[in-house]
């Protein structure tokens, strides 16, 4: 299980140990059933194509794979991008893509309910197809209504395929924080379980909370400032470990960014468990951070040694960047500090979609033990912030 998200190593016993109190699929015979899976294959997609496929590469080869081994008959649930965006399209990409990697037909069906998909479900049940993916959820309104878990299991989407699927799937984490439609009103009409992304990403989140504090290293980098600001005020209030920043997040502290932000990150200023970088890439000059006056694009090779000291003195190391300005192609603190991550003893940890491409293009995604593939979700897990999918999931269980 673990070499499919990560390197091979001896935390793996450990992990298989942790009790989620979530139903997986060892708890379900799927033979024979229809299966409704709501995935997370949202896509960066550009100009019609797709710019990483590592999302729907890990569940093709997971989840998907072991539904379709044990005899289940799997329709797909995801979004792709967001209304007005460039990436807002439908799913007859993705039903290509996994066509491409399972070996197998994926049909892409461009509806979520009506005649059309009750007769392709029919042409499932009687084996004419393999898989199906349904529309983009986010074309329809009744997905992304502010509305409670009950309310959204009476969607006419929720009704509809609760009607003519046996099985709800639910391995969508990186939008397991968001309280849609497709994410939390099947729980409460049909038998549900997590997938195994999900499960997996639940299980390494749950050993990093639960290890030795004095030894657990947060490096918060990236664009989202507010959700890693979040996370370090939480680890530092609750003494779960230690924080170092980069990128966006850093640049905060040197009074660069929204006024919101700035004052969060100057009220963390002085806490003994935060690193904030002492120097900085500047245009072609490398300044210390007294020195600054405009956004910095990447940290200087001070800095980057003592955050590299910092790794190889932790035990557990969680890195969600870049730590630098890596549309700029400015990578070099990103490279540095993940290349000591990769050759330390750590238990490792990376996530973000950045931090993904960033990996791959390294050539490194295999070198840390867990690449999540949640962003905004992994960071409120981290902060214990309840997950809607999961918290619908729990709701129907009692």
């Avoid at 947060?218 to 400032?225: A, D, E, Q, T």
């Avoid at 990578?331 to 979609?353: D, M, Q, R, T, Y």
Wanted: aromatic fraction near 8%; charge should be neutral.
């Amino acid at each position: 299980m673990l070499g499919q998200f990560g390197k091979e190593d001896a935390h793996l016993a450990d992990l298989l140990r942790i009790d989620l109190d979530l139903p997986t699929l060892d708890e379900v015979d799927v033979f024979e059933k229809v299966v409704l899976v709501r995935a997370d294959l949202n896509l960066p997609i550009r100009n019609g194509k797709a710019e990483d496929t590592t999302r729907l590469e890990l569940f093709a080869r997971t989840t998907l794979k072991e539904l379709l081994e044990k005899g289940a008959k799997p329709v797909l649930l995801t979004h792709q991008g967001r209304k007005g965006e460039e990436d807002f399209t439908t799913t007859e990409l993705h039903a290509r893509l996994l066509s491409k990697f399972m070996g197998r037909k994926a049909t892409y069906v461009p509806s979520l309910y009506g005649k059309e998909v009750e007769k392709e479900i029919r042409e499932l049940k009687k084996g004419n197809r393999e898989i199906l993916v349904l529309e983009n959820t986010r074309f329809y309104d009744e997905e992304t209504k502010p509305l409670t878990f009950e309310e959204h299991s009476k969607s006419k989407m929720v009704r509809f395929l609760s009607g003519i699927c046996d099985v709800f799937v639910n391995d969508a984490f990186a939008s397991s924080h968001r309280n849609h439609a497709s994410l939390v009103g099947f729980p409460l009409v049909m038998p549900s379980f997590i997938g195994r992304i999900m499960e997996w990403e639940l299980r390494v989140i749950k050993y990093v909370l639960t290890q030795d504090n004095s030894r657990t290293l947060y490096i918060l980098g990236g664009s989202k400032v507010e959700e890693s600001l979040d996370v370090a005020s939480h680890v530092l209030e609750k003494g779960l470990g230690k924080v170092v920043v980069g990128g966006r997040v850093a640049n905060s502290f040197l009074g660069f960014g929204k006024d919101e932000e700035v004052i969060k990150a100057k009220q963390l200023e002085g806490n003994p468990n935060l690193y904030v970088p002492i120097d900085y890439v500047v245009g072609r000059q490398t300044l210390y951070r007294e020195e600054v006056t405009t956004p910095p694009l990447d940290l200087g090779s001070s800095s980057i040694n003592r955050i590299k000291e910092m790794v190889f003195e932790s035990s557990q190391v969680f890195f969600n960047g870049p730590l630098g300005y890596f549309e700029g192609g400015y990578i070099k603190a990103s490279k540095e500090v993940l290349e000591a991550i990769a050759n330390s003893p750590c238990f490792s940890v990376a996530g973000g979609g950045h931090t993904i491409t960033l990996l791959n293009k390294l050539g490194m995604f295999d070198k840390i033990n867990h690449v999540s593939t949640g962003g905004r979700a992994l960071m409120n897990a981290l902060i214990e912030k309840p997950l809607p999918a999961l918290e619908a999931i729990k709701l129907a269980r009692n």
